[in-house]
């Protein structure tokens, strides 16, 4: 329970990067887009999703390097011998060389499940970033499909301008 009343404070403070990054942009860009991700930990999972994300730019005025932030809802499968699958929401904020996201997803193995709060964070440029997660149990603890810690490589394709 400490695990995740710790983790509220933290996603207050991407929201509210994410809206004040939003009010210095020159131009409030929203693309729909596609996510695509490869996770590496006790298991290895691809990712396919979709999302919206913002164009932001940092500096005075507005004037600066440029950085998004977003939303993805993306499906998960670790094929193998032992396959399972799962359904993630992403909130994510990418500045030069920073990447920081919040994961709220649940993974089965067809005969149970669990859910997982996962924060993340390490470098990202333009649309792509590489990040470190900690997988924090909400629900069934004592799933062993994932581990506590992954590495992932993840994408924001735009595809089109709202």
């Known amino acids: 329970m400490i695990r995740f009343a710790l983790t509220v404070p ?6 509210a990067l994410s809206c004040a990054a939003q009010e210095r942009s020159e131009k409030p860009v929203i ?3 596609m996510c695509a991700g490869l996770h590496s ?9 979709l999302g919206i994300a913002h164009r932001i730019s940092f500096g005075p005025c507005g ?9 993805t809802v993306s499906a998960l499968f670790s094929p193998g011998s032992h396959p399972q699958a799962g359904v993630q929401g992403t909130v994510w904020f990418d500045a030069p060389l920073l990447a920081a996201g919040m ?4 993974y089965t193995d067809f005969n149970q ?4 709060l996962k924060p993340e964070l390490g470098v990202g440029l333009l649309v792509a970033r590489l990040v470190y997660s900690l997988s924090i149990p909400i629900t069934n603890g004592g799933y062993s499909g994932i581990g ?3 590495l992932s490589l ?9």
């Not at 933290?10 to 929201?15: N, P, S």
């Not at 930990?41 to 999703?49: Q, R, V, W």
């Not at 993840?154 to 709202?162: T, V």
């Open 148 to 150: 506590m810690h992954q």
């Open 113 to 116: 499940g669990t859910l997982r």
């Open 10 to 15: 933290v996603v207050a403070l991407m929201i």
């Open 63 to 71: 004037g600066g390097d440029v950085g998004f932030n977003g939303y």
């Open 31 to 33: 693309p729909f887009g």
């Open 103 to 106: 994961n709220l997803a649940y």
């Open 154 to 162: 993840r994408a924001y394709i735009p595809i089109r301008d709202r």
């Open 41 to 49: 930990g006790s298991a290895f999972f691809m990712e396919m999703g």
